[in-house]
Structure formats: structure tokens, C-alpha cells
């Protein structure tokens, strides 16, 4: 019989995986006793909760927590990760909250602020001041570093994030991420024009063989892990364009190392060499105006603008949208001008 196992890979690592096979001399047992025998530090609430929120699933069915296990079926557990007990403070630190009721809320994280307290960032993170505002003691989740997290976005990506505020929302909406059920949708400003105005970047990623600190598409696929981004052109802009990016997985840095295996290196990333000229002219004036738009956006022009999902209590999908922080819209305005320049000589 298969042993549960903590995911790792990237957004995945938020979440517990349990995929198992009943042995054929299993006698007759409710679901909820017989996975907590099979898990270690694990209670019965705790795999109820999950059951009543869809995420225990027998032979890809979701069952109650009264269901009998039986010789042959296939159980699969959905649990939002624990965490290491390491103490973090809440701090008041102004949110841009998009929507909330009592069950979750949606933020729109502003570039430069980390999502969760790491080394080296114990303080001022999307967390510190989610305790604050929610209060420390009722965040759900068993990790006290990501309470009521289930998705992240980079420290210098700006956009839409979802945070539950009770352990069934966050179970329900670990189950959506899990399975890429959720929708959304980042648009970022990269370097190029591209010859078709859509296609799909297939290329598993794994962490750069000489920078640690990256990640790169590797060729051979045992190595790294399965990644997929589809993208659509919204606008070409001379030599940089505007693209809208949709995630069919979630791994770290997965639209900025796609781009730049690609050629199409994120605008001003300095991670990817989006932070240089990568086309245009020799001319000093060129040169002068793609500075000047460095200055204007020191990171990586990368917006989380559609998030979408199953309200975890209604049972409705909602849809969010998040405007162009100023940095972005004012290097868009910039080479909007540009372009109409470039097509009028």
C-alpha cells in the first residue's frame, strides 16, 4: 500500500497528498478512522472537515466521512499543508483587499511584498498583516507561517490572491488549486513580437544547474517538473509586447523561466536578462528610453490580473479583476507612445 506524502513542487508544496490502494484484507472501516491510522499527527476533525468539503475522493468520487473503505478502492486526500511552528506577529500593515466575507477574502498583493515569512523575511509579509487583520488566532491551517494560504505569487509580481478565513473554505479551495481547477490569468509585458499570437510553452523546470537561485527549462523531463503556460498576445508594442498568460501548472517562476526559454525574457526581470536591451536599436535615444523605463518598473512587469474560483459556501464561481498597478500602466503608456511613433516613420 502507498505511504501519503507531503507534495513539494512549488504551489503544490501548500498541499498534502494522500493516493492510496485499499489492501485487499481490509475489513469494512469508516473512512475518517482509517485515514487517521494512516496519518501521524492527524485528527478526525481535521479529515472530516476535509471530507465535507469534497477533498477525500474514493475512486475519484467524493464520499462522506460515514463512507466504508473496501478491498480495490483508490483513496485520494486532499489536506493543506503544515508548516514548521515558527512564530510570526502580526503588523499593521494597510491591505488592498478586493472583496471579504466570512468565508475568505481576495488581496491584490502590491510588487515588493513576500507572501509568507521565509528566511530573511520575518516581517512585513502578505501574513504579518493578514494576522492583523484577521486576528491571530483565527486564521485557519494547521502552518503558522501560511495560515489560510493555498496559492502564492512572487515577492515582485503584483496581483490577485485568495486567503481563506475558515478551515472548510481553505480544504475547498486546496482541492480547486490542487487540481488546476482555478482560473488565472497573469498579463505581463515582455521583450519581442511574436509570429504566432498565441501558443502553448510545454518544458518541465528544475533549479539552474549553475544559479541556485533560478530555474530553467531542463531537457531532459525526468529532472525537472512538468510545466505548461499557454499565452495570448493582447497587443504588440514595437519590441516588447503585452501578453496575457494562463497557468495550466503552478511552479516557481514558471511564466518568467517560459518566457525566457522562448526569447521573450519578462520586461526589467533581472532574474531572466529581462533587465537589458533584448531588442530594439543601437541608437543612444533607444538606449536612453528603455533606461528610463527601467527606472520606471525595477522588477519584473508581471501582474496576476484574473483570479477565479468556486466560492467554497455558495457553490458560484466568481471572477476578480485587478487594474494595472502604476508602474506597469506607466511603462505601457511609454512604449504605447513609442509604438505609434515607430509605425508613423
Not at 33 to 38: D, E, I, S, Y
Not at 208 to 234: L, S
Request: proline share 5%; net charge negative; glycine share 6%.
Amino acid at each position: 500500500m502507498a505511504e501519503p506524502h507531503l507534495i513539494a513542487e512549488d504551489e503544490d508544496e501548500f498541499y498534502e497528498h494522500l493516493h492510496l490502494t485499499i489492501d485487499r484484507g481490509q475489513e469494512p472501516l469508516r473512512i475518517d478512522k482509517f485515514l487517521v491510522n494512516r496519518l501521524e499527527n492527524t485528527s478526525r476533525t481535521r479529515v472530516q472537515t476535509a471530507a465535507s468539503s469534497g477533498c477525500v475522493l474514493v475512486n475519484d468520487q467524493p464520499v462522506k466521512s460515514n463512507y466504508k473503505v473496501r478491498p480495490g478502492d483508490v483513496v485520494r486526500l486532499i489536506l493543506p499543508a503544515r508548516g514548521e511552528d515558527t512564530s510570526v506577529e502580526p503588523e499593521d500593515i494597510a491591505l488592498d483587499i478586493q472583496f471579504e466575507d466570512e468565508h475568505l477574502l481576495v488581496v491584490n498583493k502590491p510588487a515588493g511584498m513576500v507572501v509568507h515569512p521565509g528566511v530573511g523575511n520575518r516581517s512585513g509579509t502578505l501574513v504579518n498583516a493578514l494576522m492583523y487583520h484577521l486576528g491571530k488566532e483565527s486564521m485557519p491551517g494547521d502552518d503558522p507561517v501560511r495560515p489560510g494560504l493555498v496559492h502564492r505569487i512572487d515577492k515582485n509580481t503584483s496581483g490577485l490572491l485568495v486567503v481563506a478565513k475558515t478551515e472548510q473554505s481553505m480544504q475547498h479551495l486546496a482541492r480547486q488549486f490542487f487540481e488546476h481547477t482555478v482560473y488565472r490569468r497573469y498579463h505581463t509585458l515582455v521583450w519581442g513580437e511574436f509570429e504566432e499570437q498565441s501558443g502553448t510553452i510545454t518544458g518541465s523546470i528544475a533549479r539552474h544547474p549553475r544559479f541556485r537561485q533560478r530555474f530553467a527549462v531542463t531537457r531532459d523531463p525526468a529532472e525537472g517538473k512538468h510545466a505548461v503556460t499557454h499565452y495570448n498576445v493582447i497587443e504588440s508594442l514595437g519590441y516588447v509586447s503585452l501578453v496575457e498568460c494562463r497557468l495550466e501548472t503552478g511552479r516557481t517562476h514558471q511564466i518568467r523561466v517560459h518566457m525566457q526559454h522562448i526569447g521573450h525574457p519578462i520586461f526589467s526581470d533581472d532574474t531572466y536578462d529581462g533587465n537589458r536591451i533584448v531588442k530594439g536599436t543601437v541608437y543612444t535615444k533607444y538606449r536612453q528610453f528603455v533606461e528610463n523605463c527601467f527606472q520606471l518598473i525595477p522588477r519584473q512587469a508581471l501582474h496576476a490580473a484574473s483570479l477565479g474560483f468556486i466560492h467554497p459556501y455558495t457553490g458560484k464561481e466568481v471572477v476578480f479583476e485587478a487594474p494595472y498597478p502604476d508602474d506597469l500602466q506607466q511603462v505601457l503608456e511609454k512604449w504605447k507612445t513609442y509604438a505609434s511613433q515607430l509605425r508613423r516613420e
